[in-house]
């Protein structure tokens, strides 16, 4: 049965390791869903989030093929239970809306979103949650004139202690 996993793969900051990576996903015709990377809590070690919804099997067979790469530290994969996550939206609003429409004050209010900025053209909004909340506020402000609007992929980390620092650090330590 399918299932929502989060992939992890820890790495050095190398040319070409997203397109082998990638690779790997096409080969096996697994869509990616969501995709971030950014620096670990190592310096100079990157990680990548990666969001896949196959079957435990694949998801494993996968793990294995990403790790055979050389820049690649460690993968790891986790079901949504056993990982806190988030995604973030910003949201380019008419600013006639925000000021004629005093409707969309309390929709921002009751989403928990943020104006971060106010132009005589327009106005952004920031969300940071659960993709429903992100779509939820996306379809509410729509019929006020969005003029743009961009999601992040998902970060995440895990429930429980992974021990990747350490694998890290000894990583580190015999470069």
Known sequence: MEKTYTVSIYSENNVGLLNRISSIFLK????????????????????????????????????????????VIRAFYHTDEETIFQESALYKVKS???????????????????IVTVSPEYFVIEKTGFRKETDRLYHDL???????????????????????SEILKKFKSDN
Do not use: W, Y
Request: aromatic residues 6%; without cysteine; hydrophobic residues 40%.
């Open 142 to 164: 729509a019929p006020f004139g969005l003029l743009q609007f961009v999601r992040s992929g998902r970060i995440s980390i895990t429930k429980s202690k992974m021990g990747i």
């Open 28 to 71: 096996r015709h697994i869509n990616i869903e969501s995709l971030t990377t950014s620096q670990s809590e190592i310096k100079d070690v990157f990680r990548f989030i990666i969001i896949v919804n196959v079957t435990e099997e694949s998801v494993k067979k996968l793990i294995k093929q990403i790790e055979k790469q050389v820049d």
């Open 96 to 114: 006639s809306a925000l000021f004629e429409e005093r409707h969309i004050q309390n929709i921002i209010k009751e989403s928990h979103a943020n």
